[in-house]
């Protein structure tokens, strides 16, 4: 009857100071992932480029690739196309979801091209971004 009172006693002992010897460690916030084309801003965080049923929409991510309310009204797309001597220029507003700009222009021909992207923010001519990716969708 001593034999397993002791080993019982030992044993919780021994768990009890195996848990006060470790502090429990935070756990990091899970990193998300960019849907479409990422693209790091320069002032911070992500925009996730994409064409969804032949039209062009841009997630905002902050800087742990999760989505985020967009912080501009709207964005300005360019690219040059094949079918005519004109590049083709599309002005994305924003959608139902916060965190996405979208268009319902329906993109023609291939879907690789540069692609020059420029942000605006109403009332804010300074608060302009613009970036130059090699997108393909």
Known sequence: ??????????????????????????????EGTVVGNPVQRTHGGWLGVQIKDRTFRIAFYDEKKNPVPADVSSAILRWTVQYQPNDERIQLLPTDDPSVLASPYVIKGT???????????DGKPDAVESYFIDFQG
């Open 111 to 121: 879907l690789t091209f540069k692609l020059h992207i420029t942000l605006l923010t």
């Open 1 to 30: 009857m001593k034999r397993p009172a002791l080993l019982a006693f030992a044993g919780l002992s021994l768990a009890a100071i195996c848990c006060a010897a470790t502090p429990p460690t935070p756990t990091p916030e899970a």
